[in-house]
């Protein structure tokens, strides 16, 4: 990261530094150019002709400059280097061009003026040194020749000239165009300041972004490796499975219970591997639903179908109650959400029952998946949807990545519905994936 004492990074700042003073030393200018036809006016029936238009003129050709360049630096777009190079200085050129013109005014319009006349004219020269120090304070040195130029040439002329304000006006331009000078150097000190923190803020905020383009990129490559070697590990396990059924079926009736738990586990790690896919590929993004009309009459008895052998092989009874409403959803994911719910009611009730129905509430229908089990304590049901759990924090002592919950409920979120537990259950543990109702019901 580079700093304020870096040599790019001041020319980097001086660059901003001179931006800023061409936009306002243009709008200045413009101001100052009516207040110059104001004089011009005050003074064309006192000062002869030749001697004021010659100030006119030298007037006129500053501002066309102090015009001209601010204007070409907004159209040009020129890089930091080329506003070193020449922009930056053609400007202070042009700023001293400008207070040349307003410092001839003192010798060649006020020996024609009178006192009231004088009095304004000290207003008009504070007005411009002024201005001066807000548009340009970045350059002290110019600064500095505006003071000197106009304040000093008015204050030696009011020297020179005897008058009842005279010395009072003298003292006032010097000790105005020391304080002047003091306010340039105070902000050029804040503008540096800022403008330093606004490029270290910008350079932080694009290395921000970049740091974290790459961490997502290299999240999102991780996260479809993992899918893909998920997806691959899948096939092998499916095979093996098969494998083991027919060397099962030749087996004798005595080893009965072996093959049964060996397909059990078969099952828990097909499982296992499919929420974890499951898991990846909502994190990956790549699980677009599409959402429509579904009939919960033809999804629950899928669904129970489908687990009904390891909720045998379980010691588990699936009942199911009868509804008839249909759902917006995606009926492959709804599928997937309560194989996840009746998958984590086998794996973690302590139940021997479980119960599958629906219940209208407003606008939606809850389904829910209910066991009579040993329910959940209010302090576990605080991290069930969360997708990082302690491995092993299950006090049953099942262990596992945990991914089912978190999974269904970001689905059911994908189609504008919700996955929770019903605290209000006593009897064991509810749990519901609620969605909205289709118009039609």
Not at 11 to 40: D, N
Not at 68 to 75: H, T
Not at 172 to 191: D, Q
Request: charged share 15%.
């Amino acid at each position: 990261m580079t700093t304020a004492n870096d040599p790019a990074e001041r020319a980097r700042i001086r660059a901003a530094e001179s931006r800023i003073e061409f936009a306002v030393s243009g709008a200045f200018t413009i101001l100052v150019a009516g207040t110059l036809a104001y004089v011009h006016n005050l003074f064309v029936d006192i000062v002869p002709l030749a001697r004021l238009w010659t100030w006119t003129g030298l007037v006129l050709i500053a501002i066309a400059v102090l015009v001209a360049i601010p204007l070409a630096v907004v159209l040009r777009k020129p890089s930091d280097a080329e506003i070193m190079a020449v922009w930056s200085p053609l400007g202070k050129f042009a700023a001293i061009l400008f207070d040349t013109a307003v410092g001839a005014s003192v010798w060649l319009l006020l020996p024609y003026a009178s006192e009231p006349l004088r009095l304004l004219m000290v207003v008009f020269y504070a007005a411009c040194v002024s201005g001066q120090v807000i548009s340009t304070a970045e350059s002290l040195g110019t600064i500095v020749f505006a003071v000197v130029s106009i304040f000093g040439s008015a204050a030696l002329f009011f020297v020179m000239t005897p008058g009842p304000y005279s010395t009072g006006l003298a003292l006032f331009l010097v000790a105005f165009g020391a304080l002047m000078i003091g306010v340039a150097a105070t902000l050029k000190v804040a503008i540096r300041s800022a403008i330093a923190a606004r490029l270290a803020a910008e350079a932080i905020s694009l290395d921000l972004a970049a740091a974290l383009d790459a961490a997502t990129e290299a999240r999102r490559a991780k996260t479809r490796f993992i899918a893909a070697a998920t997806h691959d590990l899948r096939q092998p396990l499916q095979a093996a499975a098969l494998f083991f059924n027919r060397i099962a079926a030749r087996q004798p009736a005595g080893g009965d219970a072996t093959v049964v738990n060996a397909r059990l586990a078969f099952a828990e790690a097909a499982g296992l591997l499919d929420q974890l896919l499951e898991h990846l590929r909502l994190d990956g993004g790549m699980i677009k639903p599409n959402v429509g009309k579904t009939s919960l009459a033809d999804i629950l008895p899928r669904v129970c179908a489908e687990v009904a052998e390891i909720a045998a092989v379980s010691g588990f009874a699936i009942s199911r109650a009868s509804c008839g409403a249909a759902v917006a959803a995606d009926p492959t994911l709804l599928v997937r959400i309560l194989r996840n719910l009746l998958h984590n009611a086998m794996r973690h009730s302590r139940g021997t029952r479980i119960l599958v129905g629906a219940r209208r509430r407003g606008a939606s229908i809850r389904i829910y998946v209910v066991d009579n089990g040993r329910g959940v304590l209010a302090a576990q049901a605080a991290t069930l949807f969360d997708d990082i759990k302690p491995i092993g924090a299950d006090p049953i002592g099942h262990k596992g990545v945990g991914l089912g919950l978190p999974s269904s409920r970001r689905m059911a979120e994908l189609m504008g519905g919700s996955v929770g537990i019903d605290a209000a259950w006593r009897h064991g543990a509810a749990f519901y994936c609620e969605l909205p109702m289709t118009k039609a019901d």
